[in-house]
């Protein structure tokens, strides 16, 4: 029993699955899928272009510019666009922030799903198995959480080695990085789980080939 206990905190139970019993191929949320990621999208929307906006923030993190500076007089932006370009330190901190909070509810619709496709048995038998999972919850997300920024340090590096400035410019550099794990690296580690490669047996194979299906795979 203890041995099964210590298996669970690896992944997920809704993870460890009989090997003889196939997935639930057909299942596809697709109305909750429409209506989850539409909202989604424009909350991403509203959060890059007017969270930054905000007048608050723009007076605690906006510093003091002639406003003939504000603007290229032989190449002029949209007075909408000054907001947005005048600081892009606090206006990279104000995308990390709402993204913080909407990937995170994200990744919550996706583990919930990937729960319903792994799922086997009878309803009484998925409520159990869906009930035990939901007990890995604050685990699994504050795994998700650790993997994240550790993954936006390794970032980071990749785009100094693409050829970001190494020594200046080192808040808008991090923030992107950042700001690309949270979009890239959260939710998929919150609903899978990060593929471990201490182990060979049959439900840590599968657990890697889904991640590389996720982003190495193409058809």
């Known amino acids: 029993m203890a041995k099964k206990k210590s298996k669970a905190q690896v ?7 009989n090997e003889n019993v196939p997935l639930n191929a057909g299942f596809f949320p697709f109305a909750r ?16 272009l007017f969270l930054p906006r ?3 923030l723009l007076e605690l993190t906006t510093p003091v510019m002639d406003q003939e500076l504000r603007s290229s007089r032989d190449r002029p932006q949209h007075p909408f666009l000054e907001d947005l370009t005048i600081s892009p330190v606090s206006t990279l901190f104000c995308l990390c922030a709402g993204v913080c909070v909407l990937q995170g509810w994200w990744g919550g619709w996706m583990r919930n799903w990937w729960i319903e496709y792994a799922l086997k048995g009878s309803d009484e038998q998925k409520k159990s198995d869906k009930k035990a999972a939901d007990k890995y ?9 650790v993997t994240t920024f550790a993954a936006s340090a390794v970032v980071h590096i990749i785009l100094v080695l693409f050829g ?21 690296v959260l939710p998929p580690v919150y609903s899978l789980g990060w593929p471990t490669f201490s182990k060979n047996d049959s439900q840590t194979l599968v657990q890697r080939l889904t991640w590389v299906r996720l982003f190495a795979e193409f058809r």
């Open 164 to 184: 970001a400035p190494l020594t200046s410019h080192v808040p808008q550099t991090y923030l992107l990085a950042l700001l690309l794990s949270l979009l890239v």
């Open 137 to 145: 919850r604050s685990t699994n997300l504050r795994s998700a959480w």
């Open 33 to 48: 899928y429409t209506s989850v990621v539409g909202v989604h999208t424009t909350l991403l929307t509203f959060t890059a």
């Open 11 to 17: 992944a997920p139970p809704e993870l460890q699955q």
């Open 54 to 56: 905000t007048t608050f």
